[in-house]
């Protein structure tokens, strides 16, 4: 028989027609792919990171890093990271920050201080972006305002500038600054912009759309019958919301709220998550391969990730070598530079052709420790285990499998069991000769296959088994 590998599903049975694990591998529309290392991208800051994040106006693109109490930027020259936190106090640690850019400036949010600016091309320091700006939690851009949402003493008040001008939040005659405060939803939990803006609140999600005078944003409950469970779940690309609610996950574009997890990982995720590390939860969207995820800790204090490939409608899942992921963007280089990165240029990991040193290029990464790390390593040790196959409940032998994997071959082992109820005991790994063919002996009711990929290879579609049945006298 053939079997294509399709869905994985941990919150369905072995016996379903779905895989019980995809991991280190990228959802794709046929099959899966490998997922790379997380590199080294910069040297180490003076503290440890909680996320980046890429400005970019014209031709000029920097990158920045946060941490509890400092701001980075990224240098080219070196690969370092340089404090730039402004220069009048330190920041008051935090947890998380919050970025968005309005025009040139670089706009950062911790919840505990000012918002801080930073002009792209020109500053040195970050600054205070304004005396009356709020000591907001979360800031986003919408349309031609920049909002924030969440402060200690109002935990539910949203805060937006004048038009076109971000340094204005002083709310009154001849100013379109002004608040609002949302009255059902608990407290904000992120806010997402563009076209129109997208509040998660603990219990609801509201869509803020800009009317005009005088009251000039308009503000709609999408549902009232969900919110976000976790502030660090939410993520955005394009018109599109991703995040975690209370039984799952979900996306929103802003008029309706789809689930995409139900019955496929929202329990694994909950039966696996370490609930008292849900505050380091972390989520980016990987542009290139259309996939978001979501990194967290289970219960055993290993952290895994979740990969949800849009356009597949597919999910699988990692063991990220790196602490949060986040978006990054490449700033360019030359080879002057790369050689006083790496020593030499024959030390540098990655091909001189790779997009990382193309300039102002978005980037699939994220921090770990004191480092940005991209996600453009070598191809991590991917696994895909079958369910339950079953020739309607005859007793059959598992006598050869070929892997049909694209650009290499793979190394199978097989769990062969009676019952549904009885113990799942991978025997040992069988590789592929060189034909392709992999000679088994296993038998069963039921058989389970562990496939691992060798070599350079590009897509795993799928593997054909052959099960012969056990003759009766």
């Not at 980016?284 to 990969?307: E, G, H, Q």
């Not at 409940?393 to 769990?415: H, Q």
Request: aromatic content about 10%.
């Amino acid at each position: 028989m053939r079997l294509t590998f399709g869905q994985w599903t941990p919150d369905n049975p072995g016996i379903a027609d779905s895989l019980v694990e995809a991991k280190n591998v990228l959802p794709l529309t046929v099959g899966y792919g490998p997922i790379p290392t997380a590199e080294d991208f910069s040297g180490a800051a003076s503290e440890n990171l909680l996320t980046a994040f890429p400005g970019r106006f014209g031709t000029t693109t920097q990158l920045f890093a946060a941490g509890a109490t400092k701001l980075f930027k990224f240098d080219t020259s070196d690969a370092s990271l340089d404090d730039v936190s402004r220069v009048a106090s330190a920041y008051t640690s935090t947890e998380l920050w919050t970025f968005t850019q309005f025009g040139a400036k670089v706009i950062a949010a911790n919840g505990v201080d000012k918002l801080q600016s930073w002009t792209v091309g020109s500053s040195s320091k970050f600054v205070d972006l304004a005396a009356a700006a709020p000591t907001a939690q979360y800031v986003t851009t919408v349309r031609d305002f920049v909002v924030a949402g969440k402060t200690a003493t109002y935990i539910n008040r949203l805060y937006w500038s004048d038009i076109n001008d971000e340094t204005d939040w002083t709310v009154g005659s001849g100013s379109q600054a002004d608040t609002q405060d949302i009255p059902d939803g608990g407290e904000i939990r992120g806010v997402t912009g563009g076209e129109f803006g997208v509040v998660l609140l603990e219990r609801s999600i509201v869509r803020m759309t800009y009317i005009g005078a005088p009251y000039f944003f308009q503000f709609d409950n999408i549902t009232r019958s969900l919110g976000c469970y976790e502030p660090r779940s939410v993520v955005q690309y394009g018109s599109m919301t991703y995040f975690l609610s209370d039984d799952g996950f979900y996306v929103t574009d802003g008029q309706t709220v789809k689930p995409i997890g139900n019955n496929r990982v929202d329990k694994y995720f909950f039966d696996t998550v370490n609930t008292s590390l849900l505050n380091q939860m972390s989520a980016a969207v990987d542009p290139i391969n259309k996939t978001v995820a979501w990194a967290y800790t289970d219960v055993f204090s290993v952290k895994r990730m979740l990969i949800y490939n849009w356009a597949a409608d597919k999910w699988s899942q990692a063991l990220p070598d790196l602490d949060f992921l986040c978006s990054i963007a490449t700033t360019g280089t030359d080879l002057d530079s790369l050689a006083a990165q790496y020593g030499d240029l024959e030390s540098i990991p990655v091909s001189l052709d790779s997009r990382i040193w193309a300039g102002g290029k978005l980037l699939f990464g994220g921090v770990n420790d004191a480092k940005i790390v991209s996600l453009g390593g070598s191809a991590a040790s991917a696994e895909i285990q079958t369910g339950d196959l079953n020739a309607e409940g005859a007793e059959t032998i598992i006598t050869l499998a070929n892997p049909l994997i694209d650009g290499g071959s793979a190394t199978v082992a097989t769990a062969s069991r009676y019952r549904l109820d009885g113990s799942i005991s991978f025997g040992t790994a069988v590789a592929a000769d060189s034909e392709n063919r992999v000679s088994l002996r296993s038998r069963g009711k039921f058989h389970r296959l562990s496939i691992v990929p060798t070599g350079s290879w590009d897509t795993m579609v799928g593997i054909d088994v052959n099960l012969v049945p056990v003759g009766k006298r």
